[in-house]
């Protein structure tokens, strides 16, 4: 199984911050990544598929990068509403796994 | 508006049984692969089952690998999740998830408000 390692797992920043969180996976899957963003009791929001395109209705503050083992989630100029927990996920090979998450607090 | 809607969910003692399903509408349901990914309280999410567009390609965690069998009725927009053999480390909040794809493996980009299914004695 491919295993995926976000870091940092929480965070604490202000409104205007831009904000990095990187996901490392355990053997190189191309570009076969996704991320997520869960607000508090809600169901997850698919953010970015392919490692780099938005999903449709995605603010352009958010952009994600990487290929191979390394991918990096970037949100530009942080806002009220991005507070939450972020996932990175791998569909390069099943069984599909998800990082352990990123706690986002403003 | 597409949307997808789990029920079944509730309260089972250890060694029994449960059925989660999951309503489709908003989209063409045979297009698309589907998931059932869960979130144990307070812990990130899991990937639990994966089934494409007929049926064709079918694949589960390897905790769940035995006793749960993913199934779709095309003609009813419907999911199923059969759980066999339930755990205590089963209880978490079960979605269901529409894949981008049609063969799955891909992103879930509409996720259902999830079922809460609690494995106790």
């Known amino acids: 199984d491919i295993q995926m390692t976000q870091s940092p797992s929480s965070l604490s920043a202000s409104v205007g911050d831009t904000v990095i969180i990187s996901c490392q996976a355990s053997?190189?899957?191309?570009?076969?990544l996704n991320w997520y963003h869960q607000k508090p009791g809600r169901a997850p929001k698919l953010l970015i598929f392919?490692?780099?395109k938005l999903n449709t209705g995605v603010p352009s503050r958010f952009h994600g990068s990487g290929s191979g083992t390394g991918f990096t989630l970037t949100i530009s100029s942080l806002q009220p509403e991005d507070l939450g927990t972020y996932y990175c996920?791998?569909?390069?090979?099943?069984?599909?796994?998800f990082g352990g998450g990123t706690k986002v607090e403003i | 508006e597409v949307q997808l809607v789990e029920s079944g969910g509730g309260l089972v003692q250890p060694g029994r049984s449960l059925r989660l399903s999951c309503e489709a509408s908003?989209?063409?349901?045979?297009?698309?692969?589907i998931h059932w990914v869960r979130q144990a309280p307070g812990k990130g999410l899991e990937w639990v089952s994966g089934?494409?567009?007929?049926?064709?390609?079918?694949d589960y965690a390897d905790s769940v690998m035995g006793r749960f069998t993913i199934s779709r009725d095309n003609a009813k927009n419907s999911l199923y999740l059969q759980m066999n053999s339930l755990r205590t480390e089963d209880t978490a909040l079960y979605y269901c998830?529409?894949?981008?794809?049609?063969?799955?493996?891909?992103?879930?980009?509409?996720w259902g408000q999830g079922t809460m299914v609690t494995v106790s004695s």
């Open positions: 392919d490692a780099s």
């Open positions: 089934i494409s567009w007929n049926s064709g390609i079918i």
């Open positions: 908003g989209f063409t349901f045979d297009d698309h692969a």
């Open positions: 996920q791998q569909y390069d090979s099943l069984p599909l796994t």
């Open positions: 053997q190189d899957m191309s570009d076969y």
């Open positions: 998830a529409k894949d981008r794809a049609a063969a799955g493996g891909g992103a879930f980009d509409i």
